[in-house]
């Protein structure tokens, strides 16, 4: 209660003459600013949008990724079976040097 004082008398000095009482005091620090609400509103919005501009950004990476992967590696794939031309004359002779071992240039004289 000594301290209570001590802050009262301290700001009736800074000009809060309306403050005569430790009660006073205690009262006006219990008191709900209508700010306050405001400012929670406010903190709520600065946390969401963070949270959502993080997902912003691991979107980005996502749709690059598929990008790569899907449309990218189909492509590959496609020129690749082309390349080997499976379905033309002499594929069971192709596939037989390709087989054998140690024949590591065998892929690339059949293209």
Known sequence: LEHARGA?????NLGFT?????EQLF?????VDPVDEVLEVMANVEAYLD?????FVDYISLNTEHYLVNVVGEK????VLADLDLDGEGIR????KWMMPNNVN????AA
């Open 106 to 109: 065998a892929i690339a004289s």
């Open 27 to 31: 009262e006006k620090f219990a008191e």
């Open 8 to 12: 009262l008398a301290s700001l009736q």
């Open 18 to 22: 309306h403050i005569t009482t430790p």
């Open 76 to 79: 590959i794939n496609a020129a």
């Open 93 to 96: 002779e192709r596939c037989s």
């Open 51 to 55: 949270i959502a501009s993080m997902r």
